[in-house]
């Protein structure tokens, strides 16, 4: 039974249910009196109501007619919000569905002493208003019957059929006998995985949610403070990712009722001051608005939308002193999409515009569903007026949300399909490419879905749901194929990789981003166009630092995974400083054996015995030189030094050109029979853990002995090795560079050019 039920045994004192001691009664938006105010078109509008008495609803429950040639007494609210949005909707599953929640939720009753049907009654009526098709609405009246009495789903689904089941289901909670405390996250988890299928789960579920705030009174305040706060992390940010904005504004007020009850006053105080103002400066710009647009021909309603009281709140810790017209906004409804520009491009000729709060949302809708204008106009005495521009259908969706669509899974009308054949938008707007083209199952919900199957245990999933939900602005980066990925704001390209590729991503060695190379440290701008870079090995594995740049849970979940699966003893420590020591040397665990590898790295022993070069001149020795490591079949030439000695060098050798214009006579030489050779190559790579062996490794394989070998510190990310090596045979040279840069991470091979002048 849910918290709200009591037993009929010991029912709670039969008081009208108290509404929030500091708050005002609050509805949803579209219960607030002005039909104008929420774009329905004039076909469809009604006076508005008072809001309705429970208690008299819930008699009307109890003793209201329920014979089969007329609906019962209790849901004539319902039916007549139902048929404002949909005039031809049957009303005979509603029918019926009532008198089944009525029948089995009979004798129980609410904390308050309200009969228990009047809850669904509510919330059903919540969900009318907003315009929710009549499937919704039927599994709004039945969903508590599954939880809190004996009805079964096998009896839904044979009265009601599947979508009717699917949707209750998805919103009957988890028993905490058998879940204990993991019952409320797993309850979630679930209901989310619904949702996946069926956004319609959710959006009984937030209806649901706002009656039991506005009736959350009766409740000890230890308990409202519970429900509050898990109303503020999940279901909030919830209703805004749907777009369901006429109830998230509601559920912010009555959560900053309850955990902000000081602040929550004085904004009271702030509210009731400006209504008591003699002038209205809000009012006085609407008209001058009216006036400009009816004189461009252009047919519009200009409306004054009062701000709710969490909006209020933050306009005055951003702004300070609040001015009159900083507690509402205008509101100017057309009926075309070009009429939104029209009206634009009037205000901003005939009013001061202020131009740094001009957004177009119609253009690049939100990731909600949401399209508007935004734009400021000032007045002569220096009042801003913040205006909203939108078609009345625009206003609809961006009032509701996915409950907007209707029923979204149904096919589209003739109506419908004509206009997507002609071009024309449809509901939302315009279609746009990724997670908008399909409202039912945004990019930022499939994301939700990938990443809960990773999560090892409900608290695990609980508090990264909560981190996850927090998030609230997203960015669209485009992959190098032209498709496109929605991010949170600040994520890097490390979350660009998981988002991508999965647990592939473990293989991930960098990026390009718009072209230029990156690091996966890099934090995306909404519009990038981002090439992941892929290491070929299957074994690569991911650093603990990308957990520092993973912003998204997905991208940490895997790394955190497959560290847990991969413990090792120098897991803690900073990879970059496992593979770039300060000391020039390779750790002992690299060195190579050989013998030939295991000399002093000092300026003369260091240096090759080039007995494969040779000089035309009797008694004079070979040295090559250090500055370019020559090989063969490299061209040579040479410069005799003192002692005898003559130093090769590539022709392209920035010491030859310094020699030669200095007049120093060149020197044949000819590489001999002997093909042995020392060469100097510089690896440039990604950071990742093990590179360093993985590349001693390959060189091992290649048959070729390390001389000696350097680690530079890294930076950005990079690291650059130089190894200079004892080739066997110098033909081996171009086989040992592309075997180093298969290496993953290993980004590019080159011969060394040092910049050590050959005055020897």
Not at 161 to 174: P, Q
Not at 292 to 302: F, H, S, T, W
Not at 557 to 576: C, E, G, K, Y
Request: aromatic share 4%.
């Amino acid at each position: 039974m849910s918290a709200e039920a009591t037993n009929p045994a010991t029912p709670a004192p039969a008081t009208p249910s108290p509404e929030l001691s500091a708050s005002p009664p609050l509805s949803t938006s579209l219960e607030r009196g002005d039909p104008h105010e929420h774009g329905v078109p004039p076909s469809h509008r009604r006076k508005s109501r008072p809001r309705i008495d429970l208690r008299r609803l819930g008699r009307a429950a109890l003793l209201g007619t329920t014979s089969r040639d007329r609906l019962p007494d209790a849901i004539g609210h319902v039916a007549e919000a139902h048929r404002a949005h949909h005039p031809d909707a049957n009303m005979e599953p509603l029918r019926r569905a009532y008198v089944l929640a009525e029948s089995s939720h009979r004798g129980q009753m609410r904390k308050s002493g309200e009969p228990y049907i009047t809850h669904p009654l509510a919330v059903t009526l919540i969900l009318a208003e907003l315009g929710a098709e009549t499937t919704t609405l039927t599994a709004s009246l039945l969903h508590d019957t599954v939880e809190d009495t004996e009805v079964t789903l096998d009896q839904v689904r044979e009265e009601f059929g599947d979508e009717v089941c699917y949707l209750v289901d998805g919103v009957t909670k988890l028993e905490k006998v058998d879940y204990g405390a993991a019952a409320e996250p797993e309850t979630f988890r679930k209901m989310l995985v619904a949702t996946g299928n069926d956004v319609r789960v959710m959006s009984i579920k937030l209806a649901d949610r706002l009656h039991n705030m506005r009736t959350l009174g009766v409740m000890r305040p230890e308990k409202q403070a519970r429900i509050a706060k898990v109303t503020r992390d999940v279901l909030i940010p919830l209703a805004e990712r749907l777009g369901v904005q006429a109830l998230k504004t509601e559920l912010e007020d009555l959560v900053f009722a309850i955990l902000h009850p000081e602040e929550y006053e004085h904004t009271r105080e702030l509210i009731v001051d400006n209504a008591s103002r003699a002038s209205d400066p809000l009012a006085e710009i609407a008209e001058e608005v009216r006036t400009v647009l009816r004189e461009a021909g252009i047919p519009a309603e200009v409306l004054i939308r009062p701000r709710h009281f969490v909006s209020v709140h933050r306009v005055s810790r951003k702004r300070g002193p609040m001015r009159g017209a900083d507690f509402g906004r205008l509101l100017v409804l057309v009926n075309e999409d070009a009429d939104c520009y029209g009206v634009l491009g009037e205000l901003h000729t005939c009013l001061t515009p202020v131009v740094s709060e001009f957004k177009d949302f119609i253009a690049v809708p939100k990731f909600n569903l949401y399209q508007s204008l935004h734009t400021a106009v000032a007045s002569g005495d220096g009042e801003i007026a913040e205006v909203l521009i939108r078609t009345h259908q625009m206003h609809k969706v961006a009032e509701a949300g996915v409950i907007a669509l209707g029923n979204p899974y149904a096919p589209p009308s003739e109506e419908q399909s004509d206009e997507q054949s002609e071009g024309r938008p449809g509901v939302g707007g315009r279609p746009v490419d990724g997670e908008r083209v399909d409202p039912t199952r945004p990019g930022w919900l499939s994301r939700l879905l990938d990443w809960q199957e990773g999560a090892p245990d409900p608290d695990t999933f609980w508090s990264t749901l909560r981190e996850d939900l927090a998030q609230d602005r997203e960015i669209t980066v485009f992959r190098a194929d032209g498709g496109a990925l929605g991010l949170p704001e600040g994520a890097s390209c490390v979350d660009a990789a998981y988002a991508q590729y999965g647990e592939d991503a473990h293989a991930c060695i960098g990026a390009r981003v718009n072209g230029r190379l990156a690091t996966l440290s890099t934090v995306l701008k909404d519009g990038d166009t981002v090439q992941l870079l892929m290491g070929q090995d299957p074994a690569s594995e991911p650093s603990r630092e990308w957990l520092e740049h993973a912003h998204t849970p997905a991208a940490r979940i895997a790394i955190q995974r497959w560290l847990a699966a991969h413990p090792s003893p120098v897991a803690t420590q900073d990879p970059a400083a496992r593979e770039a020591p300060d000391t020039a040397e390779t750790p002992a665990a690299a060195r190579p054996t050989d013998a030939s590898a295991a000399r002093p790295t000092d300026g003369s022993s260091a240096r090759p015995a080039a007995a494969n070069a040779v000089v035309d001149q009797p008694g004079a020795s070979v040295r090559l030189a250090g500055c370019c490591t020559p090989v063969p079949p490299d061209e040579v030439t040479g410069f005799a030094v003192r002692g005898g000695v003559v130093t090769v060098h590539r022709v392209e050798c920035a010491g030859v050109a310094r020699m030669k214009s200095s007049g120093r006579a060149e020197v044949e030489v000819r590489w001999g029979d002997t093909t042995e050779c020392r060469v100097t190559l510089v690896a440039e790579s990604f950071g990742r853990p093990h590179l360093l062996a993985d590349l001693t490794e390959a060189i091992a394989l290649e048959g070729v002995a390390i001389v000696s070998a350097t680690v530079e510190p890294p930076s950005q990310q990079r690291v650059r090795h130089t190894y200079t090596l004892q080739l066997p045979d110098a033909a081996h040279l171009p086989g040992l560079m592309r075997a180093m840069r298969n290496v993953p991470g290993v980004y590019d091979v080159s011969r060394a050019q040092h910049a050590a002048a050959a005055t020897q």
